[in-house]
């Protein structure tokens, strides 16, 4: 339905709205009247933005408020879409952080320190984080995928001929994937031991 003031196009109001407003053609609006419907009407398009983003992929809570902000949504209208989201159970922080926990140990591995800064990023509470990582993430799970990360970039390092020059590349990439010292340390070890066939002593 299009709203015209003085015979100029307004505003287009979606079929719920003017449902739960109850219009009607040829209703004159008073400025209470208008300025309600407006509201309401930005308040349905935050709603309906914000499902387009969740049909797109899970997000965090945060990150529907930053694309909604974006798109120069009020914060009134933001936090009502927000709220309704959450009662419907359709955004959850502590689900989004297993899932993302879970698509990175599957398809695209990573080491804890990793993952608490990419939730983190993504505005999940840090006592939410603490939870997920404790609960998914242990000294084996955290070998194997480190192994998994190292492996695949093997080729890169492989031709080093210096265990030292070795060691600083190669561990840089693993610390940058969210490793620690202690979890890449036998990993790279045992990878200079594959490829040179040479014990990689500390330096």
């Known amino acids: 339905m299009n709203v015209f003031i003085d015979g100029q196009f307004a505003i287009g109001i979606s079929i719920y709205v003017m449902q739960d407003e109850k219009l009607r053609k040829g ?8 300025d309600r419907l407006e509201q309401a009407e930005r308040g349905s398009q935050a709603w309906n933005a914000a499902l387009r983003l969740l049909e797109v992929r899970p997000r965090s809570e945060q990150e ?9 949504f009020l914060p009134e209208q933001i ?6 989201l959450r009662d419907l159970e359709l955004i959850d922080d502590a689900q989004f952080a297993q899932l993302w926990v879970n698509n990175r ?93 040479e014990a990689l002593d500390d330096e």
């Not at 209703?27 to 208008?34: C, I, N, Y």
Request: hydrophobic share 35%.
């Open 27 to 34: 209703q004159v609006l008073s400025q209470g009247d208008w």
């Open 64 to 72: 529907l408020r930053t694309r909604l902000k974006q798109k120069q």
């Open 105 to 197: 140990q599957n398809l695209n591995p990573r080491g804890a320190q990793a993952l608490r800064q990419e939730l983190r990023a993504k505005g999940i509470d840090r006592q939410v984080v603490d939870q997920v990582i404790e609960a998914n993430v242990n000294e084996d799970s955290e070998h194997a995928a480190c192994v998994d990360v190292a492996r695949k970039a093997l080729h890169k390092y492989a031709r080093e001929t210096d265990r030292a020059t070795f060691q600083r590349k190669f561990g840089s990439f693993l610390q940058r994937r969210g490793f620690s010292f202690a979890t890449m340390k036998p990993v790279l070890a045992e990878l200079w031991q594959e490829t040179h066939g």
């Open 79 to 84: 936090d009502n879409t927000i709220k309704r």
